[in-house]
């Protein structure tokens, strides 16, 4: 081979080995740009993912609102309890936690307590005894079973004031004296009405005070709550003279009643009339 010959072989053999080390180094360089982009993307990633962000307020909100601004942040909405409000729908979120505007990641699990349709129920049978109870403690004790308490009115009653004679639900009474209907059931959140006892304001009977003596029918009017009035003396009427009743006013006949603490005045006589036994 001829000296001219070997150099250009020389030549064209550099002239190779230069472009395919140039590849090889554009390559390597190419290969390490491309795993330091990579790298970057998947920390931009991962830093993302772990990110806190603000909680949204649900409270008033629907269930299914929440649900649909959850879905966006990936949370999980979780219904933890529920309770009947009184004109309120149901399905409305009253409480949350974690609480609005906490810093949460995604994908938390959000729990939150929502309003039922309708009430729970609680049976007459399952109350505490009410009927001749105080009134103000048995009011704490419907509150504990969200059942409210209302005075409806009063009635007199020789015991202690007060103290519950009755007690009536939408318009039925369902306990007194003589009644208990325990099958009745009570919406929580409902109120009970009550009549209570007072020592005032009652009516009795007229009592029939004639053929009493005087002294018999001022302690029967006592007892009845009532006062003696006017003593009008018929007769020749000494003193000293046992006197009996001979007419009252208002007089006694067996259906009328009086309101308490009024008077009835008598008419009296020394001489007891003879169709007195």
């Known amino acids: 081979m001829s000296k001219n010959s070997k150099s250009t072989f020389r030549e064209y053999a550099e002239a190779v080995l230069s472009t395919t080390f140039l590849k090889h180094v554009g390559l390597a360089v190419a290969l390490i740009i491309g795993i330091i982009y990579l790298t970057l993307l998947w920390l931009k990633f991962y830093t993302h993912h772990g990110q806190k962000i603000v909680l949204d307020d649900f409270i008033g909100k629907t269930l299914t609102e929440a649900a649909r601004i959850a879905d966006a942040h990936d949370f999980e909405i979780i219904v933890n309890d529920s309770v009947f409000i009184v004109g309120k729908p149901g399905g409305i979120i009253t409480d949350q936690n974690p609480k609005p505007g906490a810093l949460v ?18 049976r007459v049978a399952d109350l505490p005894v009410l009927y001749g109870n105080p009134f103000e403690q048995k009011k704490t004790e419907l509150s504990y079973r969200d059942i409210d308490a209302v ?26 004296s003589t009644v208990k209907k325990e099958d009745v059931l009570i919406n929580k959140g409902d109120a009970l009405e009550f009549v209570l006892s007072e020592r005032q304001g009652g009516e009795v009977l007229i009592p029939d005070l004639r053929c009493q003596d005087l002294e018999a029918a001022r302690f029967l009017l006592e007892t009845r709550k009532l006062e003696l009035g006017d003593v009008i003396r018929k007769g020749d009427v000494q003193p000293g003279d046992f006197l009996y009743v001979i007419a009252q006013n208002p007089p006694y006949d067996g259906v009328t009643n009086i309101q308490m603490g009024q008077k009835v005045s008598v008419t009296v006589s020394a001489v007891r009339p003879p169709d007195c036994f």
């Open 105 to 122: 990641k995604q994908n938390r699990k959000i729990y939150v307590t929502i309003t039922k349709s309708d009430a729970d129920k609680i």
């Open 151 to 176: 005075i409806k009115s009063y009635a007199y009653d020789p015991g202690e004031p007060n103290h519950i004679l009755e007690v009536w639900y939408k318009g039925e009474l369902i306990i007194s």
